[in-house]
């Protein structure tokens, strides 16, 4: 076996200190690319923009009934037991923490009957005139 | 720049451009991430287009307007399509709507407007920071004449003849006028001379449908907010 000279072993190590460059800039990078729209706050605007879109296109006296297990896990991993949805003033408000949560309002007049299910995941919604 | 020894330098050099090749890809990645992300949850282009349908759908029955197009007003529509005011007033929605004569293009009569009017100026123009806008340009036919005197020599198609028994929907008018096919519920009635028509089922109001074409614009400045 033929060993490595000085010039060569230096190559080497110029190699890898070039990958360690490109894996200490890089690494963060996708990792921020990996989490981005699956934070807390990401997951409670896309739900509170889904729960006004489907609000603003039902005819009255429609039944929904909406899988919210992702928003349960999420509130239970911050120990949050409060409403994770709430309805008030023509604006859907979801909240998975203490803190923060996130509103969006709706056109429509209907009046909204809304329960949430806990132990099937579902958020029941009950579109009247 | 050059951060390797000498013996490395000569075949391994980073360089200013290695760098730049680098940034140059994180920015990209960076910015690729931020418009997807965005775009990902900017919902108000698919909101303008439900308020759009919501619109349509509660002025307009069979292809024919529910209403009559020169007293209809934003409390009838208000109410009729179950809109809030409030949020209507809050400037994050802009409904218009626009009549005119499908024959002619002439406006029928002033547009209605709801919510903020400086929104149809920025539907215009295409940038992500303005309201996003649905348009939708829908042929109906309308009750525009409605009167008493039934002229019965003037009878269009799709024109609606009433008596004591109900609506009564013209069919057809023969090229010389001289005959009229007259429905009721998809149902023939009567074909007949108008005068004939006239005499034997007893008109008494005569509703001339116009043909026009009624845009709704639709906008929504609605992005929502952390609280």
Redesign the interface.
Known sequence: MKMLN??GI??I???I??II??II??LP?FY??GI??SSD??Y???Y??KI??II??AR?NTHIELNINELLNRADKNKYTGDIVSIDK?SV?V?VSEK???????????NIGKIENRENGLLILDIK? | MKIFNKKAEEEFILSWWDFIIIAFIVVFILVGVVIFGSSLFDVRSKSSGIIDAKVADCLFDNGYLKFDVQSLDKSQIIDKCSLNAGILEANQYYIGISFKDFNTNNEIRKSIELGDPSFSVYCKLNNEDYPKCQEKRIYVFGQEKNTGSVKISEVKEKDILVNKQGQYIVSSVSNDAKVVKVFSNSVLVAEASPETLLNALGFTKYIENKEMIISILAASNNRGGST
């Not at chain 1, 923060?100 to 209907?110: C, Q, T, W």
Request: aromatic share 12%.
């Open positions: 000085k010039k230096s190559l190590m110029a190699e200190a070039y460059l490109l800039i890089f990078l921020k690319v981005a729209g706050s990401d409670e605007q896309m509170a923009k006004s879109l603003e296109e009255p023509n408000l909240k923060g949560g996130y509103g969006f309002s709706y056109l429509s007049n209907a005139t």
